[in-house]
Nanobody, 123 residues
Framework: QVQLVESGGGLVQPGGSLRLSCATS????????MGWYRQAPGNERELVAR???????NYADSVKGRFTISRDNAKNAVDLQMNNLKPEDTAVYYC?????????????????WGQGTQVTVSS
């Protein structure tokens, strides 16, 4: 029922920019926080950026000053603007959403994931 779909990945030269988008659908009344993670072959999945419903953000040290996360609460959507891309940014990027299990105050929450979108930074 809850679905997350990423888009915007592709091939870009070092120093270039990409904008990733994540759209959600299903029985969603609210989202606690949303974020972007990435995983390269042979590496662990790592946090890139997260944003809460009130707009508070967290970034990995490796992307601070280059990436910007934004959120549209009305649409339950999140974007990631990536500038000055480096080869080290090459990975599959995944959208994540922390969503209450049911429509009640204090309900437990669960994480949902998109299918991922490939970002390749190369000359």
């Amino acid at each position: 029922q809850v679905q997350l779909v990423e888009s915007g990945g592709g091939l870009v030269q070092p120093g270039g920019s990409l904008r990733l988008s994540c759209a959600t659908s299903g029985s969603i009344f609210s989202i606690s926080s949303m974020g972007w993670y990435r995983q390269a072959p042979g590496n662990e999945r790592e946090l890139v950026a997260r944003i809460t419903k009130d707009g508070s953000t967290n970034y990995a040290d490796s992307v601070k000053g280059r990436f910007t996360i934004s959120r549209d609460n009305a649409k339950n959507a999140v974007d990631l603007q990536m500038n000055n891309l480096k080869p080290e940014d090459t990975a599959v990027y995944y959208c994540n959403a922390n969503i209450p299990l049911f429509d009640r105050p204090g309900a437990p929450r669960n994480d949902y994931w998109g299918q991922g979108t490939q970002v390749t930074v190369s000359s």
